[in-house]
T-cell receptor, first 113, second 110 residues
Framework: DQQVKQNSPSLSVQEGRISILNCDYTNSMFDYFLWYKKYPAEGPTFLISISSIKDKNEDGRFTVFLNKSAKHLSLHIVPSQPGDSAVYFC????????????FGTGTRLTIIP | DAGITQSPRHKVTETGTPVTLRCHQTENHRYMYWYRQDPGHGLRLIHYSYGVKDTDKGEVSDGYSVSRSKTEDFLLTLESATSSQTSVYFCATGVRTEAFFGQGTRLTVV
């Protein structure tokens, strides 16, 4: 039962354009969402997060949008740069009495120079 | 950088042998986690710990055990390694709103 889904395994975007990565979730009790970026042979690193009380959070070139009614979030990267080429994981958590994160399957983003 | 060190970074082992992976943190975080990363599955939680000697199962705990005798160390043991446990293993610390990952251990079971 995949509670967090990233339906696009891969995405290619021209340098300078916008990259949009999508994530869907099924558990309505999730109230916090995070995006992680992973380069080969390295551990995932935190990128940006959003609480369910917000619908948008912005940090430089990265913006996360949350649509609670659709149980959908997206990560926008503008403008895309070659260094953004990586695997992106979305993750979700809820106030369940533990601190577990549930991850999606990841999307490999390739920025084309 | 949350000061998370995993050892070893790479290991090749034979089917049926026991294997222990170590995670060491310097941040005094209460929560620690072990994940495995596999193509098409993303990051899946194996076990986690919410304090010294306090552990619980994740979604893929079969064949794995953990121990946490000190705040800074979290050990993952494969009692009898199988080929299906070939994977990249990540340790993490922190809480649900801010988790930090180690660099990973690539384990190959032959």
């Amino acid at each position: 039962d995949q509670q967090v889904k990233q339906n696009s395994p891969s995405l290619s975007v021209q340098e300078g354009r916008i990259s949009i990565l999508n994530c869907d979730y099924t558990n309505s009790m999730f109230d916090y969402f995070l995006w992680y970026k992973k380069y080969p042979a390295e551990g995932p690193t935190f990128l940006i997060s959003i609480s369910s009380i917000k619908d948008k959070n912005e940090d430089g070139r990265f913006t996360v949008f949350l649509n609670k009614s659709a149980k959908h979030l997206s990560l926008h990267i503008v403008p895309s740069q070659p260094g953004d080429s990586a695997v992106y994981f979305c993750a979700a958590s809820g106030n369940f009495g533990n601190e577990k994160l549930t991850f999606g399957t990841g999307t490999r983003l390739t920025i084309i120079p | 950088d949350a000061g998370i060190t995993q050892s070893p970074r790479h290991k090749v082992t034979e089917t049926g042998t026991p294997v222990t992976l170590r995670c060491h943190q310097t941040e005094n975080h209460r929560y620690m986690y072990w994940y495995r990363q596999d193509p098409g599955h993303g990051l899946r939680l194996i076990h986690y710990s919410y304090g010294v000697k306090d552990t619980d199962k994740g979604e893929v705990s079969d064949g794995y055990s953990v121990s946490r005798s000190k705040t800074e160390d979290f050990l993952l043991t494969l009692e009898s390694a199988t080929s299906s446990q070939t994977s990249v293993y990540f340790c993490a610390t922190g809480v649900r709103t801010e988790a930090f990952f180690g660099q990973g251990t690539r384990l190959t079971v032959v």
